[in-house]
């Protein structure tokens, strides 16, 4: 390159197309020698593209996740953020887990009419539907496209348990709809908060709100009399367990009730990005950083086991399971938020407009 350096993609998280495990083509960029076409396919615009999937809950049985149903409006996340597990999702649809992640994001136009006829099946029995489960249902399409605020008028009329999970502030925009479920103990909301450096968030988590931002809006969502717990996820070792201490004290200021942790999980094609992501940001800490990775993960970068994928092994992680213990127990964040009341569902007509008999 003429400078040296190469081009890199501005508010990524990935600068990487990495080959998809089911075959495919794929770019080298590292052998590209024309700088002009290296940053044309480096600078990718973001793409909405129509995504016509016939159902829009899902469900796991996974004992790691504390949720059974999950809705998921958009596939791919603009947020961008380095250690996504959700990556590899978009390798089920022919594309990569790096750039193609974060620009080709797919919407499920039919969302909120989906939604609605699956809380009309009569075998639905009411439980809480959790929302970004895999991608974040306040990713900047969101402002666009507005699926996850029709979602949630869908639950509002039908009474429906709702948990979200966001990394962005997008989500007091829909305050009016959150009050309206929590006034019936129907939703529970989590800020994720990974770190207090607004930086290094702005690196690792691009266009993601600014870690401030998230905090303010812990202080908006708690006012409005609405449950909010933060998650600090992902811990990554030797480089934010350190900052779990004023994470904490930062969320129980804010007005948090609760609080969790997940320990970083890189499974498949999501460590060669994150390993990109550290090599570019953090060059002098690599081998620390993934030495500490491989520490919780029994010599590995991941452990996929049941039990130990969301909290890792052996005696680092045990030190920061003391640590988060320690200071939630501390700052009063170690209970849980209020029970639902799912006795209130009243079930949507179905598509033939007959209401259930039961």
């Known amino acids: 390159m003429a400078n040296g350096k190469r081009p890199t993609a501005k508010g990524r998280g990935s600068q990487l197309d990495p080959p998809n ?18 940053e044309q396919v480096l600078h990718r615009p973001t793409e909405y593209l129509p995504d016509h999937s016939k159902s829009i809950v899902t469900e796991n049985d996974s004992p790691d996740v504390g949720f059974r149903y999950s809705i998921n409006p958009y596939r791919g996340c603009q947020h961008g953020c380095s250690y996504c597990y959700a990556r590899p999702t978009h390798e089920f649809l022919g594309l990569n887990a790096g750039l193609d992640f974060e620009t080709k994001i797919f919407v499920k136009m039919s969302a909120p009419e989906l939604f609605r006829d699956f809380l009309a099946r009569e075998c639905w029995n009411p439980e809480a539907i959790a929302m970004s489960g895999v991608s974040d249902c306040y990713q900047p399409g969101e402002r666009r496209f507005r699926l996850t605020r029709s979602c949630l008028e869908v639950a509002v009329k039908a009474q429906q348990p709702m948990s979200i999970i966001t990394k962005n502030a997008l989500i007091l925009r829909d305050l009016d709809l959150l009050r309206d479920l929590a006034a019936g103990n129907l939703v529970h909301v989590y800020l994720s908060v990974t770190t207090l450096d607004n930086g290094l968030a702005r690196s690792m988590e691009p266009r993601t709100s600014t870690p401030t931002t998230r ?55 999501v460590a060669p990005v994150f390993h990109e992501w550290l090599e570019r940001t953090l060059p002098g800490q690599v081998q620390r950083i993934e030495g500490r990775i491989r520490s919780v993960r029994g010599g590995r ?23 988060f213990h320690l200071f939630a127990k501390r700052y009063g964040l170690d209970g849980q938020l209020p029970a639902y009341d799912c006795t209130r569902f009243r079930p949507p007509k179905a598509k033939s407009g007959q209401l259930r008999w039961f």
């Open 215 to 269: 905090l303010r809006a812990v202080r908006v969502v708690a006012d409005a009399g609405i449950p909010v717990g933060v998650s600090i996820a992902p811990i990554i070792p030797g480089l934010n367990e350190s900052e779990i201490p004023a994470i904490l004290a930062a969320a129980k200021a804010a007005g948090a009730a609760t609080a969790g942790y997940i320990m970083l999980r890189l499974p498949l094609t």
């Open 301 to 323: 970068l991941n452990d996929s086991a049941f039990g130990s994928r969301m909290r890792g092994t052996g005696t680092m992680a045990e030190q920061i399971r003391q640590l």
């Open 21 to 38: 495990r089911f075959g495919g083509p794929q770019a080298d960029f590292e052998q590209i020698e024309d700088e002009t076409y290296l």
